[in-house]
Every structure is written in C-alpha cells, then in structure tokens.
C-alpha cells in the first residue's frame, strides 16, 4: 500500500490500537474484536510473544486491517516487520536508523519523542508522524497542545493516557490520531470471555472521533 494512502488512513480513522497479549491467539482473539467496532487500524507490539506471525496472520487473515508495527527498537527489526507485511512502523523512542531504513523501502515510520528537541530531531530526519510518547506522564492533552503551539507543521499521535475521558481532548490540542493502550484492548475483557467489551469500547472512540470531525466541519 502506498506511504501516502497508510498516513490517510491513519488520519481519518483516527484511532491506532496498540495491541499487547499474552500469545498469538490471544492477539488475534482482540484484533478481531477491535476490529468489530470499525477500527480498521491496529499496531502490534514486539513485546507480544509471536509478534511476527500474528502481523503475518492479520495481514492474510484481516486484508480490512491496516497492520503495523510497534515497540520497534532498531532497523533490523523494522525490516524484518516490512517483510512480513507491516504498512506502519512505530517505536517508543528515536532511533535515526530505523526512520532511513523506513524511508528506504518507503514505509511510514512513527518514532516516539517526548521534548521538543526530540520532537523537531524526529521530524528533521523525516518522521511521518512523531509518536509522542508518554503523554500522560507529561500533562496529557495540554502537554501536547504546549508541543504543537510552536510546531504545527509536525503531525502527532500521542500514546500513554489516552482514555475515553481524555480523547475529545487530546483531538482538540491538535492530535494526528490516538494511540491507544489498555482502556481500549483491554486483555481483561477477553480473558473473562468478553470481546462485547472491547468491542464496544472501540465503537465509543470511533464515535468521539466521528463528532470532532463533525464538529470542526460544521465550525
């Protein structure tokens, strides 16, 4: 898929799920129920033990899903995610390395930063969106607002406490999308045998992105 139509729809969905599980059946058990409340967008962590066959396996199994990488640490890895058909590539931190072998094979690339050195230093080496990471420990929502006032041209997803409670805000401070942990896949639920309520959970952020956008294109 095209670099330009992943960042797209990476924006319009508004929404990257950052899936953590347990095994591979379990990460595909809340992919697919993500996936029910019509988030088309998910990020598979390195951390899931089997990471590499459940992109592999969504990437066959899920074609709707847009499947991308996360915790990605090095350019090694990332390659290796691209191989196995990862459209995005994320990382908790900055690795330069890691955005040239993204650019190389044209695959969007979405480091994590924090100051705003690192924010501008992601940006310069060609970061396609900087992952701003972790938010909440920073502020949450008007710590992102306080980065975006002197670097509007620098799309942002921030990731670490986001919350149905804090979404609207995060999207008004001038986020690109949100990234979103545990309050969404929330390997909890399906333990009990409960994929109704991540499912659910999905379609209430979906909802909150809808009325942002509805909002803005009626002001």
């Known amino acids: 898929m095209d670099k330009a139509v992943v960042l797209n729809c990476l924006q319009e969905t508004g929404l990257v799920p950052v899936l953590r599980a347990e095994s591979v059946e379990k990460a595909m058990a809340l992919a697919v129920a993500v996936a029910a409340g019509g988030v088309n967008v998910l990020e598979v962590t390195m951390t899931v033990p089997g990471a590499m066959e459940v992109i592999r396996r969504l ?23 691209m191989l ?7 990382s908790p931190a900055l690795n330069l390395k890691t955005i040239e072998m993204c650019h190389r094979y044209s695959v969007a690339v979405l480091p994590g930063a924090l100051t705003p050195t690192e924010v ?3 940006w310069e080496a060609g970061a396609d969106v900087v992952k701003v990471f972790p938010a909440g420990a920073m502020g949450g929502a008007k710590y992102l607002a306080s980065l975006k006032g002197p670097l509007p041209q620098v799309k942002m997803i921030p990731t670490g406490g986001v919350s149905l409670a804090s979404a609207a805000e995060f999207l008004r401070a001038g986020a690109f999308a949100l990234g979103v942990g545990s309050d969404l896949v929330d390997a909890k639920a399906m333990a009990a045998g409960k994929p109704e309520v991540v499912t659910e ?19």
């Open 59 to 81: 990437v066959k199994e899920q074609p709707e899903i847009l499947v991308g990488a996360g915790t990605v640490l090095d350019a090694e890895t990332a390659r290796i995610c």
């Open 120 to 122: 501008v230093t992601a």
């Open 84 to 90: 196995e058909g990862a459209q995005f590539v994320v």
């Open 201 to 219: 959970t999905a379609r209430k952020y979906m909802q909150i992105v809808r009325e942002f956008r509805g909002a803005g294109a009626a002001a």
